[in-house]
Protein backbone atom coordinates (compact mmCIF):
# COMPACT_ATOMS: atom_id res chain seq x y z
CA UNK A 1 0.00 0.00 0.00
CA UNK A 2 1.04 3.42 -0.55
CA UNK A 3 2.63 5.12 2.64
CA UNK A 4 4.68 8.38 2.99
CA UNK A 5 6.73 8.55 6.52
CA UNK A 6 8.29 11.36 7.82
CA UNK A 7 10.89 12.21 9.89
CA UNK A 8 10.44 13.16 13.56
CA UNK A 9 9.99 16.24 15.17
CA UNK A 10 12.57 18.80 15.34
CA UNK A 11 13.32 21.75 17.83
CA UNK A 12 15.81 24.58 16.28
CA UNK A 13 17.04 28.29 17.24
CA UNK A 14 15.95 30.69 15.26
CA UNK A 15 18.81 31.33 12.84
CA UNK A 16 19.57 27.45 12.17
CA UNK A 17 18.28 24.86 9.43
CA UNK A 18 15.43 22.30 9.20
CA UNK A 19 15.82 19.09 7.14
CA UNK A 20 12.68 16.92 6.88
CA UNK A 21 12.36 14.05 5.08
CA UNK A 22 9.61 11.69 3.22
CA UNK A 23 10.11 7.83 2.39
CA UNK A 24 7.99 6.83 0.48
CA UNK A 25 6.92 3.45 -0.53
CA UNK A 26 4.09 1.38 -2.18
CA UNK A 27 4.84 2.99 -5.32
CA UNK A 28 7.31 4.03 -8.23
CA UNK A 29 8.43 7.34 -6.84
CA UNK A 30 9.37 8.93 -10.59
CA UNK A 31 5.86 8.27 -11.65
CA UNK A 32 4.47 11.61 -9.36
CA UNK A 33 5.68 14.34 -7.71
CA UNK A 34 5.90 15.44 -4.20
CA UNK A 35 4.70 18.35 -2.43
CA UNK A 36 5.14 19.81 0.70
CA UNK A 37 2.24 21.70 2.71
CA UNK A 38 2.59 23.32 6.14
CA UNK A 39 0.26 24.25 8.87
CA UNK A 40 1.21 26.98 12.04
CA UNK A 41 -0.26 25.50 15.46
CA UNK A 42 -4.41 26.64 15.01
CA UNK A 43 -4.38 27.79 11.31
CA UNK A 44 -4.81 26.82 7.96
CA UNK A 45 -2.95 24.98 5.14
CA UNK A 46 -0.07 26.70 3.27
CA UNK A 47 1.41 25.19 0.01
CA UNK A 48 5.56 25.20 0.26
CA UNK A 49 6.46 23.83 -3.09
CA UNK A 50 6.27 20.83 -5.26
CA UNK A 51 8.82 18.78 -7.16
CA UNK A 52 8.64 16.91 -9.93
CA UNK A 53 11.15 13.98 -9.59
CA UNK A 54 10.93 12.53 -13.16
CA UNK A 55 12.23 15.57 -14.48
CA UNK A 56 13.71 17.26 -11.40
CA UNK A 57 11.38 20.47 -12.13
CA UNK A 58 10.79 22.43 -8.63
CA UNK A 59 8.03 24.92 -7.71
CA UNK A 60 7.99 26.70 -4.57
CA UNK A 61 5.94 29.42 -2.60
CA UNK A 62 7.90 33.19 -2.92
CA UNK A 63 6.57 33.32 0.36
CA UNK A 64 9.50 31.48 1.51
CA UNK A 65 12.05 33.93 0.33
CA UNK A 66 14.17 31.13 -1.72
CA UNK A 67 14.82 29.76 1.80
CA UNK A 68 13.46 26.24 0.76
CA UNK A 69 15.06 23.35 -1.22
CA UNK A 70 13.27 20.43 -2.23
CA UNK A 71 15.33 17.60 -3.34
CA UNK A 72 14.97 13.88 -4.00
CA UNK A 73 16.92 10.99 -3.35
CA UNK A 74 15.84 8.01 -6.15
CA UNK A 75 18.08 5.37 -4.59
CA UNK A 76 16.17 5.66 -0.91
CA UNK A 77 12.76 7.38 -2.31
CA UNK A 78 13.30 9.43 0.08
CA UNK A 79 12.16 13.19 -0.61
CA UNK A 80 13.62 16.28 1.51
CA UNK A 81 12.41 19.44 2.45
CA UNK A 82 15.24 22.02 3.82
CA UNK A 83 14.25 25.34 5.44
CA UNK A 84 16.55 27.48 6.18
CA UNK A 85 17.03 31.07 8.19
CA UNK A 86 14.24 29.60 10.58
CA UNK A 87 12.32 31.85 12.51
CA UNK A 88 9.32 31.66 14.94
CA UNK A 89 6.64 32.09 12.37
CA UNK A 90 8.44 28.89 10.61
CA UNK A 91 6.81 26.75 13.75
CA UNK A 92 4.51 24.68 12.09
CA UNK A 93 3.99 20.85 10.94
CA UNK A 94 5.04 20.56 7.46
CA UNK A 95 3.60 17.58 5.23
CA UNK A 96 4.72 15.61 2.51
CA UNK A 97 2.10 14.44 -0.01
CA UNK A 98 2.05 12.68 -2.88
CA UNK A 99 0.87 14.51 -5.91
CA UNK A 100 2.19 17.28 -9.02
CA UNK A 101 3.64 16.73 -12.09
CA UNK A 102 4.66 13.20 -12.48
CA UNK A 103 6.03 11.10 -15.64
CA UNK A 104 5.24 12.28 -18.78
CA UNK A 105 4.24 15.60 -17.52
CA UNK A 106 0.85 14.44 -16.03
CA UNK A 107 -0.30 16.35 -12.88
CA UNK A 108 -1.85 14.74 -9.89
CA UNK A 109 -3.71 15.99 -6.96
CA UNK A 110 -2.19 14.81 -3.82
CA UNK A 111 -3.70 11.53 -2.56
CA UNK A 112 -1.48 10.13 -0.08
CA UNK A 113 -0.31 12.20 2.53
CA UNK A 114 3.00 11.22 5.12
CA UNK A 115 2.05 11.81 8.87
CA UNK A 116 3.68 15.53 9.02
CA UNK A 117 6.46 16.72 10.97
CA UNK A 118 6.52 19.30 14.00
CA UNK A 119 9.31 21.97 13.52
CA UNK A 120 9.28 24.54 16.11
CA UNK A 121 11.75 27.37 16.16
CA UNK A 122 12.11 28.71 19.32
CA UNK A 123 15.18 30.82 20.71
CA UNK B 1 -1.56 34.83 -6.54
CA UNK B 2 -5.36 33.55 -6.69
CA UNK B 3 -7.28 34.04 -3.39
CA UNK B 4 -9.82 31.32 -1.90
CA UNK B 5 -12.58 32.59 0.17
CA UNK B 6 -14.26 29.93 1.62
CA UNK B 7 -17.74 30.33 3.79
CA UNK B 8 -18.93 30.10 6.95
CA UNK B 9 -15.53 29.65 8.38
CA UNK B 10 -17.47 27.89 11.10
CA UNK B 11 -21.09 25.56 11.20
CA UNK B 12 -22.77 23.80 14.15
CA UNK B 13 -24.88 20.93 12.78
CA UNK B 14 -26.56 17.62 13.70
CA UNK B 15 -26.09 14.25 12.05
CA UNK B 16 -28.24 13.29 9.79
CA UNK B 17 -27.96 16.98 8.21
CA UNK B 18 -27.11 18.95 4.99
CA UNK B 19 -24.44 21.58 4.57
CA UNK B 20 -22.81 23.40 2.40
CA UNK B 21 -19.97 25.09 1.90
CA UNK B 22 -18.50 27.88 -0.39
CA UNK B 23 -15.51 28.92 -1.95
CA UNK B 24 -14.75 31.85 -4.47
CA UNK B 25 -11.71 32.17 -6.23
CA UNK B 26 -10.62 35.62 -7.15
CA UNK B 27 -9.72 34.55 -10.92
CA UNK B 28 -11.03 31.81 -13.29
CA UNK B 29 -9.65 28.55 -12.07
CA UNK B 30 -12.51 26.32 -14.89
CA UNK B 31 -13.05 23.07 -12.34
CA UNK B 32 -8.97 22.99 -11.39
CA UNK B 33 -10.28 22.59 -7.46
CA UNK B 34 -9.60 20.25 -4.53
CA UNK B 35 -11.55 19.75 -1.26
CA UNK B 36 -9.52 18.06 1.76
CA UNK B 37 -11.06 17.23 4.87
CA UNK B 38 -8.65 17.64 8.16
CA UNK B 39 -9.24 15.79 11.32
CA UNK B 40 -7.31 17.04 14.29
CA UNK B 41 -3.71 15.58 14.56
CA UNK B 42 -4.15 14.19 11.47
CA UNK B 43 -2.96 15.08 7.47
CA UNK B 44 -5.41 16.40 5.25
CA UNK B 45 -7.62 13.80 3.24
CA UNK B 46 -8.76 14.28 -0.27
CA UNK B 47 -12.14 14.32 -0.97
CA UNK B 48 -13.05 15.95 -4.01
CA UNK B 49 -11.18 16.95 -7.00
CA UNK B 50 -11.63 18.75 -10.32
CA UNK B 51 -14.42 20.71 -8.50
CA UNK B 52 -17.12 17.75 -8.80
CA UNK B 53 -15.26 14.31 -9.21
CA UNK B 54 -15.57 12.06 -6.05
CA UNK B 55 -12.02 10.55 -5.13
CA UNK B 56 -11.79 6.84 -4.89
CA UNK B 57 -13.18 5.29 -1.53
CA UNK B 58 -14.94 8.17 -0.23
CA UNK B 59 -18.76 7.79 0.27
CA UNK B 60 -21.08 9.43 -1.90
CA UNK B 61 -22.55 11.84 0.11
CA UNK B 62 -19.68 13.93 0.01
CA UNK B 63 -20.09 15.95 -3.39
CA UNK B 64 -18.97 19.25 -4.98
CA UNK B 65 -19.91 21.40 -8.07
CA UNK B 66 -18.56 24.68 -10.02
CA UNK B 67 -16.62 26.10 -12.38
CA UNK B 68 -15.04 29.49 -12.75
CA UNK B 69 -14.85 30.96 -9.80
CA UNK B 70 -17.40 29.91 -7.77
CA UNK B 71 -17.69 26.39 -6.04
CA UNK B 72 -19.70 24.56 -3.63
CA UNK B 73 -19.02 21.25 -1.30
CA UNK B 74 -21.78 19.92 0.06
CA UNK B 75 -22.54 16.79 2.73
CA UNK B 76 -25.38 15.58 2.71
CA UNK B 77 -27.47 13.30 6.14
CA UNK B 78 -23.69 14.16 8.14
CA UNK B 79 -22.61 11.12 10.02
CA UNK B 80 -20.74 11.61 13.45
CA UNK B 81 -17.10 10.91 11.14
CA UNK B 82 -17.81 14.03 9.35
CA UNK B 83 -16.91 16.96 11.82
CA UNK B 84 -14.02 17.89 10.78
CA UNK B 85 -12.24 21.19 8.99
CA UNK B 86 -12.84 21.13 5.31
CA UNK B 87 -10.38 22.75 2.84
CA UNK B 88 -11.07 23.85 -0.74
CA UNK B 89 -7.69 24.77 -2.66
CA UNK B 90 -7.12 25.88 -6.50
CA UNK B 91 -4.72 24.03 -8.60
CA UNK B 92 -5.18 25.81 -11.78
CA UNK B 93 -2.09 28.52 -10.99
CA UNK B 94 0.85 28.41 -8.84
CA UNK B 95 1.21 28.95 -6.18
CA UNK B 96 -1.06 26.99 -4.98
CA UNK B 97 -3.75 28.50 -2.55
CA UNK B 98 -6.37 26.97 -0.13
CA UNK B 99 -9.40 28.37 1.05
CA UNK B 100 -8.88 29.42 5.35
CA UNK B 101 -11.12 26.25 5.87
CA UNK B 102 -14.40 25.92 7.11
CA UNK B 103 -14.55 24.14 10.80
CA UNK B 104 -17.71 22.07 11.19
CA UNK B 105 -19.01 21.36 14.34
CA UNK B 106 -21.86 19.43 16.58
CA UNK B 107 -24.47 21.11 17.37
Known amino acids: QVQLVQSGAEVKKPGASVKVSCKIS????????ITWVRQAPGQGLEWVGT????????YHSQNLQGRVTMTTDTSTNTAYMELRSLRSDDTAVYFCARGGWGGSGNYYNEDYWGQGTLVTVSS | DIQMTQSPSSLSASVGDRVTITCQATQDITNHLNWFQQKPGKAPKLLIY???DLQAGVPSRFSGSGSGTDFTFTITSLQPEDFATYYCQQYDNLPRTFGQGTKLEIK
Open chain 1, 51 to 58: ISIWNGKK
Open chain 2, 50 to 52: DAS
Open chain 1, 26 to 33: GYRFTSYG
